[in-house]
T-cell receptor, first 110, second 113 residues
């Protein structure tokens, strides 16, 4: 089983601060997805990155896929309380199966 | 929008009981999945299915079985529930095309006492 390590596991910040969440593996993935899960709900896809070095922006969220397709990062600018949730990265291997990281629980305080 | 519906939000069962978790999707997706979610461990795949009557073991199939008699329905069965199966269970579906996203239900929180 391929492993994905997410860091940090927990993050509590004030509204307006910036943050970065990391997703690292020793394995190469064909693509990587980021999901956000809010309390009482299932995870919802935020983005899929496919090409090594790719950068995608979703409003205040910036996602980057590492050049070697082994790691990814999620950067949030000027965090809002609505960004609070569990962020999960998931790597897709050649067999189109997803391996999930352990998650980063983010709390943004007003 | 894809809708994945899990029949129960909360279940409390006793050790040794047989437990059925039901999941239905309404978008004619080929693939369906059962995950369990535990703090710090992310989502771990229990079983998945690419087609009706077809099933494949995931990473942690021990103590579980599944059934897919119809395309839209995927059931997870705990043959004899144990306390270490207390967890959040998430069902998901996808089209199966490359890089297709998973669409999740809202989860069933199972407590085995």
């Amino acid at each position: 089983t391929q492993l994905l390590e997410q860091s940090p596991q927990f993050l509590s910040i004030q509204e307006g601060e910036n943050l970065t969440v990391y997703c690292n593996s020793s394995s190469v993935f064909s693509s990587l997805q980021w999901y956000r899960q809010e309390p009482g709900e299932g995870p919802v896809l935020l983005v899929t990155v496919v090409t090594g070095g790719e950068v995608k922006k979703l409003k205040r969220l910036t996602f980057q896929f590492g050049d070697a397709r082994k790691d990814s990062s999620l950067h949030i600018t000027a965090a809002q309380p609505g960004d609070t949730g569990l962020y999960l990265c998931a790597g897709n291997n050649a067999g189109n199966m997803l391996t999930f990281g352990g998650g980063t629980r983010l709390m943004v305080k007003p | 929008d894809v809708k994945v519906t899990q029949s129960s939000r909360y279940l409390v069962k006793r050790t040794g009981e047989k437990v059925f978790l039901e999941c239905v999707q309404d978008m004619d997706h080929e693939n369906m999945f059962w995950y369990r979610q535990d703090p710090g461990l992310g989502l771990r795949l229990i079983y998945f299915s690419y087609d009706v009557k077809m099933k494949e073991k995931g990473d942690i199939p021990e103590g579980y079985s599944v059934s897919r008699e119809k395309k839209e329905r995927f059931s997870l069965i705990l043959e004899s529930a144990s306390t270490n199966q207390t967890s959040m269970y998430l069902c998901a579906s996808s089209t199966g095309t490359a890089n297709s996203p998973l669409h999740f239900g809202n989860g069933t929180r199972l407590t085995v006492t």
